[in-house]
T-cell receptor, first 116, second 114 residues
Framework: NAGVTQTPKFRVLKTGQSMTLLCAQD?????MYWYRQDPGMGLRLIHY?????TTAKGEVPDGYNVSRLKKQNFLLGLESAAPSQTSVYFC??????WGEGKNIQYFGAGTRLSVL | QKEVEQDPGPLSVPEGAIVSLNCTYS??????FMWYRQYSRKGPELLMY????GNKEDGRFTAQVDKSSKYISLFIRDSQPSDSATYLC??????????????FGQGTILTVHP
């Protein structure tokens, strides 16, 4: 049982380059999330998805796009990378607890991205 | 002011010590409280989950929630070097759907030395 798998683990980009981060989960979770983690800032939500084919903006969506074509996959794209996007990116997924607000998220191991 | 405040530390204690980690929050709508543990260069993993007020114990770990003071704590008894990690508190309101934004603290870096 792999849980949440992120690829790649590390990446170095030059300013203006594009890339896609892939997140895959094998727990049949409806909800998926992309966060970035920066020193002193905690985890900040970039985008999220409540189901296949749906996406929504989080706290810090600018400069990122996402797609959820399959339930198990959630892709995060950077169209034109900037040094401010240097960060560690985490994907998470969570189960649906119908009728209650419980939300327990399971995280991947992260992608370390440097933009030069 | 941040919705959730957590002392980033770092906190360094000897093996066997009792560790107290804390978060304060300002949003009275928060009902779900979690502690995540994050080892270096790994993703966060859920350690403790509590709904509303009260205490919850799991082995050497105890989570406490005091909603009247808007304060939550995680206690680690008989701390071990393997407890060295960053501890993140997270909170969520009682929205009717189970999607809801988790609000995280900054994380406290804990080192337990032998």
């Amino acid at each position: 049982n792999a849980g949440v798998t992120q690829t790649p683990k590390f990446r170095v980009l030059k300013t203006g380059q594009s890339m896609t981060l892939l997140c895959a989960q094998d727990m049949n979770h409806e909800y998926m999330y992309w966060y970035r983690q920066d020193p002193g800032m905690g985890l900040r939500l970039i985008h999220y998805s409540v189901g296949e084919g749906t996406t929504a903006k989080g706290e810090v969506p600018d400069g990122y796009n996402v797609s959820r074509l399959k339930k198990q996959n959630f892709l995060l794209g950077l169209e034109s990378a900037a040094p401010s996007q240097t960060s560690v990116y985490f994907c998470a997924s969570s189960y649906t607890y119908w009728g209650e607000g419980k939300n327990i998220q399971y995280f991947g191991a992260g992608t370390r991205l440097s933009v030069l | 002011q941040k919705e959730v405040e957590q002392d980033p530390g770092p906190l360094s204690v000897p093996e066997g010590a009792i560790v107290s980690l804390n978060c304060t929050y300002s949003n009275s709508a928060f009902q779900y409280f979690m502690w995540y543990r994050q080892y270096s260069r790994k993703g966060p993993e859920l350690l403790m989950y509590t709904y509303s007020s009260g205490n919850k114990e799991d082995g050497r770990f105890t989570a406490q929630v005091d909603k009247s003071s808007k304060y939550i704590s995680l206690f680690i008894r008989d701390s071990q070097p393997s407890d060295s990690a960053t501890y993140l508190c997270a909170m969520k309101d009682a929205g009717g759907t189970s999607y809801g934004k988790l609000t995280f603290g900054q994380g406290t870096i804990l080192t337990v030395h032998p």
